[in-house]
């Protein structure tokens, strides 16, 4: 198949004006293509089908509808905040599927990374497979594929996301930002009014906090790992790093250690901070974070997490540490 190629004369989008005018041309081709048929798109959250979403509602409406798979490893607000935008505001025909069951049963006592990874995959492909086939007349697929994703792998969205399709599904596909580059997507983003966090969200991994419950994932390390990190991003969010820092999270491993709490020793999990920059993912500096900062962000975890009694802070770039722990 032949590649998709950006031709040389397209103008970079930096500007709402630009922007503007890539949407309203978007909706032209939109409606060209898909005329009066029905419109599939997995919605995740994250910024590009986010955006395809918002382009669509406001090309064809009520013919686009939305499928949104809580895997149960979004992290705290993410599933709710889609349900918001798009159910409420936006007023789209949007499909929520809870299946934390399903995904963190078949994950259950699986420590091994590439097979959560597989695990998760594989389950969101059915799921989504499942809630499509209930669905008639549907013809075409809505992907957000972006130019990095033409550039980097064979024309699919990202190889290693969550989001990958059934193969065998016989749908038109519709990928209204592939020429774009990251920076655009989220510039055109705004333009169409979506809230500035989910426009400008750090990258987070397809299989989500899956990757960061450090082996073996259990119900109750998962609801820490996702309480601290709620905590980690409001501080970053209060004191201006949101906007910094390329990519922050907290992972918890598996191990325990002792604590002491209302005078009795008790054992609690362990939430490492990780802070990093990178231009491209493949290197990846560690941010200084001010120490009164750190300091507040240990005290309101250990404090207002109730499982977890130390806090850690990773200082390895990468190389050699990968930027996520698995
Ligand atoms: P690493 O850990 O390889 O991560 O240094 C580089 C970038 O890729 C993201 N990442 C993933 N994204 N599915 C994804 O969609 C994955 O399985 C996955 N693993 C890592 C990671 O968050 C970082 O931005």
Redesign the pocket.
């Known amino acids: 198949m032949e590649k998709t190629v950006r031709p040389e004369t397209m103008e970079r989008i930096t500007t709402k004006a630009l922007a503007d005018a890539f949407i309203e041309e978007q909706i032209k081709e939109i409606r060209a293509q898909v005329g009066d048929k029905k419109v599939l798109l997995a919605l995740s959250g994250g910024v590009d089908s986010s955006v395809v979403a918002a382009l669509l509602i406001k090309a064809i409406g009520k013919q686009l509808t939305c499928v949104h798979v809580n895997h149960g490893l979004m992290r705290k607000g993410e599933s709710e905040q889609v349900i918001e935008v798009f159910g409420k505001e936006l007023d789209a025909n949007l499909i929520y599927v809870d299946a934390t069951d399903r995904f963190l049963d078949l994950l259950a006592g699986v420590s091994e990374p590439e097979k959560k990874?597989k695990i998760?995959?594989g389950e969101f492909i059915k799921v989504f497979d499942e809630e499509a086939s209930k669905l008639e007349g549907i013809r075409f697929l809505a992907q957000g594929t972006i130019y990095p994703d033409i550039l980097e792998s064979d024309g699919v969205k990202?190889h290693?996301?969550?989001?990958g399709l059934p193969e065998d599904m016989q749908f038109e596909l519709v990928e209204p930002v592939k020429l774009l580059f990251k920076d655009e997507v989220r510039v055109v983003g705004e333009a169409l009014g979506l809230p500035h966090d989910m426009v400008y969200r750090?990258?987070?991994?397809?299989?989500g906090l899956g990757?960061r419950c450090l082996g073996a994932i259990t119900r109750d390390r998962l609801h820490a790992l996702r309480e601290a990190d709620a905590i980690l991003r409001d501080e970053f969010d209060k004191n201006g790093l949101a906007g910094k820092v390329?990519?922050y999270?907290i992972a918890v491993p598996e191990f325990k250690s002792v604590g002491v709490k209302d005078g009795k020793r008790y054992e609690g999990w362990t939430a490492i901070i990780r802070a990093v920059n990178?231009t491209d993912?493949?290197t990846?500096t560690i941010e200084e974070i001010p120490y009164p900062l750190l300091h507040t962000i240990c005290d309101r975890i250990t404090h207002e997490v109730g499982d977890i009694n130390r806090v850690f802070m990773d200082i390895t770039p990468?190389p050699i540490?990968?930027?996520?722990?698995?």
């Open positions: 990874r998760i995959g990202a290693h996301n969550v989001g750090q990258p987070f991994p397809g299989p990757v390329w990519q999270f990178t993912a493949m990846a990468k540490g990968t930027i996520e722990f698995e």
